[in-house]
């Protein structure tokens, strides 16, 4: 079976790039990583993708951000936010709909939007944690693929946090990401 196509999103360091790219070479893997795009020339990401040979495009401007991308997606089934620093539009969205997920650093619905470890280090919450979740118009608010608790300790500060969440993220990200994958080839058959 041809396993499906996948677009990675990414502005900056691309550790969960990384661990997707990683599970895709797993040979049960239902889907394989065609292509990186950045909207950051600078994203550490792309080091990542350029060392595994995934082809990598990054677009300076906004400006049409959505149109310009769009041409290169051609043959992408699914496309996974890494990270990916910027809000995408309305049209966009609704398009690939059930096909766009992203990757939020805490236990949604708590903590949406920037900076969500420092906000449950700043709320003194017990825990926090890491959502994927299909990406709708609202910002962090579609429905929940997987999600993992993260307990957070006195001693914790937003570093400590980040570094604990980034570990479960990238564990529970390939996972959701087979799961879409799954759904999508039984609604196809
Ligand atoms: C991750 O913690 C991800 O959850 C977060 O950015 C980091 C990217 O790290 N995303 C968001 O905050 C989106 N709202 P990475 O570039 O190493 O994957």
Redesign the pocket.
Known sequence: MKKLQVAVF????????ESLIQSSFKKQSLVEVQLVISNNSKAK?LVIAKKNKIPAIHFISRKNFETKVSQYLQNIDIIC?????QVLGTKFVRNWRLRLI????SYLPAFK??N?QDQAIKAKASYSG?SVHYVTSKI?SGQIILQKKVKILKKDNTESL?KK??IE?HKIYPRALQMVAKRLIVKKK
């Open positions: 990414i502005s900056g360091r691309g550790s969960n790039l990401g936010l890494a990270g990916f620093m992203n990757v939020h650093p939007g920037l969500a890491c962090d980040s969440i980034l993220e």
